[in-house]
């Protein structure tokens, strides 16, 4: 399995993905918006794209579909709940299906609700592991959902989800928050050395070369990800001081995403 990270290099910062087989030369594309930028990439590799996968339904990650499409002749996969809101699906996907690109890349779709009703993120089974997360999970944060999602379903996809990556799995996201994010970490958790090391790190951040980070470092600088830290506590209580004396992950999750709604 090979992966062309894009980057789209737009006011909303989107990254796209092709992930390749270099023994057939099929390819997917996840979420081209850019899709000239995806095709592109795909023929600089001598692949080509058969399919294409929405995360969700959300135009920025869809907008690309019906051209890329028409280029290449690609079938159209996204979870069977936003068939209808995206148009021209060809396959309806369900937690458990596995998208399976030429002989050397299979990816299982994760039933992902929070940031939108109907989201999938994928997991490749690989010997480097690999979350493509959509807008349910970002470098150092997690997706709003101010546009059809739920905070309360994205935190019982959150507490789900991350038992089940190992610590070496990269994550691969929608869009590029990472400056921002790591800002939001320091905000509310201003003593995360780990935070601070790579927003130093990230003044320098291009998107097109950008390192990409694994479940263990953002278990480090993902505030969402440190729901029982002591210090961050403390500190999202002097932003929130309604926030209980002594409060369960569920309610340090929600005063975070509220948080950081209007941040």
């Known amino acids: 399995m090979i992966i062309e990270r894009i980057w789209a290099d737009n006011p909303l910062r989107n990254y796209h993905y092709v992930i390749g087989c270099a023994e ?27 399919q294409i996968l929405n995360t969700h339904e959300h135009p920025d990650h869809t907008a690309g579909n019906a051209a890329l499409k028409a280029a ?11 068939a209808a809101a995206i148009g021209g699906i060809d396959q309806g996907l369900v937690a458990g ?18 940031h939108t009703m109907t989201h999938v993120c994928l997991l490749a089974h690989a010997a480097r592991p690999a979350l493509f997360s959509g ?11 101010r546009n059809g999602g739920d905070p309360e379903l994205l935190f019982e996809t959150c507490r789900r989800l991350l038992p089940r990556l190992a610590p070496a799995t990269v ?7 990472l400056q921002n994010n790591l800002r939001f970490t320091l905000h509310v958790e ?6 601070a090391q790579r927003l130093q790190q ?7 070369t950008a390192a990409t980070l694994t479940l263990a470092e953002e278990l480090a600088i993902n505030s969402f990800f440190r729901l029982e830290q002591p210090q961050l506590i403390e500190g999202l209580r002097r932003q929130v001081p309604a926030l209980p004396q002594k409060p ?11 948080l950081r709604n209007s941040w």
């Open 24 to 50: 057939t030369g099929e390819a997917l594309a996840i979420d081209p918006l850019d899709w000239q930028a995806c095709l592109q990439a795909a023929q600089a590799r001598g692949w080509t794209i058969t």
């Open 72 to 82: 290449t002749g690609a079938r159209v996969l996204a979870h069977a709940g936003a």
């Open 97 to 114: 299906d596995v998208v399976r690109v030429g002989r050397s890349a299979e990816l299982e779709c994760l039933d992902t609700p929070g």
């Open 135 to 145: 807008d349910t999970l970002f470098n150092a944060g997690v997706g709003n959902c």
């Open 171 to 177: 994550l691969y996201p929608g869009h590029d928050y």
């Open 190 to 195: 201003p003593g995360n050395p780990a935070a």
């Open 202 to 208: 990230a003044t320098a951040h291009d998107p097109r």
């Open 248 to 258: 369960d992950s569920r309610e340090v999750f929600l005063a975070l995403r509220e």
